[in-house]
């Protein structure tokens, strides 16, 4: 028992510290991302989001032929080989030179699909990114497997600083979408660059373990052809139903209404080799899940009720009065994201067990689903009708996801409620406050009034929730936990809250 309690809280310290650094490389890219969608967002229109967000859909959709997920394999196989990285690299750059070659004949053909010929250039620039990508170095994929993840906030700041550098004077000259696939260009080159810098591994051209990676990377193949549905299928259906100027309203709503996936994919990505360690003990592996859960489901629910109880002060305050119409659009795609964050660790844990054709089941019934909903919502609602159909879909998923999770881990329903019910709690009583204090948005007021008002209603929601949830914990009587790692990482940090930590008696 105590070596069992000693490995679990030793892959769950490695898991917590690659979190952090994950986290704040994933924070200052998202501050990042986040300045420059504001800025794009007054130079740019709609209609160039649209165009941009269509050319990543099909981009992404020719990416699929080169996403066995060779990287995953190197992780998962803890005792993989220099020629392993070789034959991975030398995969990599043959699909991607195939990639290549692919979009730059199917561009006329998808830009006719889609209703809009200013595809054909944009795609077939695009086309350059492919074969940039192709020969970087394979082994960045260290960073994540051997949790040096300092290194790569290293790494991945510099890459997302040089996009910002070129996107931004591009779009004040440009005034034109044409600015942000500059920025991509040149975040390509930057991660080319960086990956041979950083990482002394140098690949050469071989195939010795093509078999024994494509036996693994088979079934990540199936998975990220279906995911890349489930992601971007709304962009060609609204594309076809409401046009180029309704997928950026979509897009502009992701970016801001799906903050919380960005954030909450740093843990879940640290957490996979944590659960790839522990993967021979389903006991071990499914206390380890638990606990990145409680943490993910506190950032999930102060985060998407947050944005869900704020959006009608965000949105006009940060973007401007023409994307006030995406309010509704940002609330319910908040919520649908904590939803999808659950799908992810789902996903994450079935794959360490090895059981991938699990993950691949629950991936298509999700795609079924999401197909009937939005055949369902989107003649009714308009672009509105994507939000419901993902909420309704990630809904109904998670409960097959659960059933296949008690099957493979025994994870039992009383501890699922016990991971929720305290931070649902705590989102529920921040929701009453914020919008019983801040219901309408001071249209009229001069810029730094409002900002002052959005601030504020931060402020206030985030005292409110953590307040609560940590009221809820004390009657538990300050169980182990993500509340009470919180509590351990603000003491080391500041000094404070001491008196919270096991061994003290609280005072009055």
């Known amino acids: 028992m105590g070596e069992s309690t000693h490995t679990r809280r030793g892959v769950g310290k490695s898991i917590a510290k690659g979190a952090v650094w994950t986290m704040s490389i994933r924070l200052v890219s998202r501050s990042i991302s986040v300045v420059s969608t504001l800025i794009l967002a007054r130079l740019l229109t709609p209609s160039d989001f649209g165009i941009y967000a269509l050319a990543m859909s099909v981009y992404a959709f020719v990416e699929l032929i080169r996403a066995f997920g060779f990287g995953t394999a190197l992780i998962q196989n803890q005792d993989a080989t220099d020629l392993h990285y070789h034959t991975a690299w030398t995969l990599h750059f043959l699909f991607s030179l195939v990639s290549s070659c692919l979009l730059y004949l199917f561009a006329p053909l998808a830009a006719e699909l889609l209703k809009e010929p200013g595809l054909v250039s944009v795609l077939r620039f695009m086309c350059l990114l492919f074969l940039i990508d192709g020969v970087k170095n394979v082994a960045i994929i260290n960073f994540q497997k051997h949790m040096t993840f300092d290194r790569e906030f290293r790494f991945q700041l510099s890459i997302k600083l040089t996009g910002f550098f070129v996107a931004i004077p591009l779009a004040f000259i440009l005034r034109s979408y044409w600015a942000m696939l500059y920025g991509l260009l040149s975040t390509s080159l930057m991660l080319v660059l960086l990956s041979y810098v950083m990482q002394p591994f140098r690949p050469r051209f071989r195939l010795d373990f093509w078999r024994e990676l494509f036996s693994f990377s088979a079934w990540l193949q199936v998975n990220n052809i279906l995911n890349f549905f489930n992601r971007h299928i709304e962009n060609f259906m609204v594309s076809r139903v409401a046009g180029v100027s309704a997928v950026g309203s979509l897009s502009m709503s992701k970016e801001t209404g799906q903050l919380l996936r960005e954030l909450a994919e740093p843990i879940n990505r640290a957490a996979f080799p944590g659960y790839s360690r522990v993967n021979k003990d389903p006991a071990r592996l499914l206390n380890v899940f638990c606990d990145v859960m409680g943490a993910l489901m506190i950032l999930g629910f102060v985060m998407a009720v947050g944005i869900f109880s704020v959006a009608h002060l965000l949105v006009p305050t940060l973007l401007g009065a023409k994307w006030l119409h995406i309010v509704p659009l940002v609330q319910w795609l908040a919520l649908a994201t904590l939803l999808m964050i659950m799908m992810s660790s789902t996903n994450n844990v079935l794959i360490a067990l090895g059981r991938i054709r699990w993950a691949t089941s629950i991936i298509v019934v999700r795609l079924t689903l999401m197909v009937i909903f939005l055949n369902?919502?989107?003649?009714?609602?308009?672009?509105?009708?994507?939000?419901?159909?993902?909420?309704?879909?990630?809904?109904?998923?998670?409960?097959?996801?659960?059933?296949?999770?008690?099957?493979?881990?025994?994870?039992?329903?009383?501890?699922?409620?016990?991971?929720?019910?305290?931070?649902?709690?705590?989102?529920?009583?921040?929701?009453?406050?914020?919008?019983?204090?801040?219901?309408?948005?001071?249209?009229?007021e001069p810029m730094p009034w409002q900002l002052a008002q959005l601030f504020a209603a931060v402020a206030v929601g985030g005292i409110c929730f953590f307040l609560v949830l940590g009221f809820l914990w004390l009657l538990e009587s300050r169980p182990e936990g993500p509340e009470l790692q919180l509590v351990r990482l603000v003491h080391a940090r500041t000094g404070l809250l001491r008196v919270l930590l096991p061994g003290d008696s609280p005072r009055g």
């Not at 099957?407 to 019983?436: D, H, S, T």
Request: glycine content about 8%; cysteine-free.
């Open 376 to 444: 369902l919502f989107l003649p009714i609602y308009g672009v509105l009708g994507v939000a419901y159909a993902t909420f309704a879909t990630l809904s109904l998923v998670l409960v097959v996801a659960y059933m296949v999770l008690r099957r493979n881990m025994a994870l039992g329903l009383r501890r699922v409620v016990y991971i929720l019910y305290k931070p649902g709690l705590a989102a529920l009583a921040m929701f009453l406050l914020v919008n019983g204090m801040f219901p309408t948005h001071w249209a009229a």
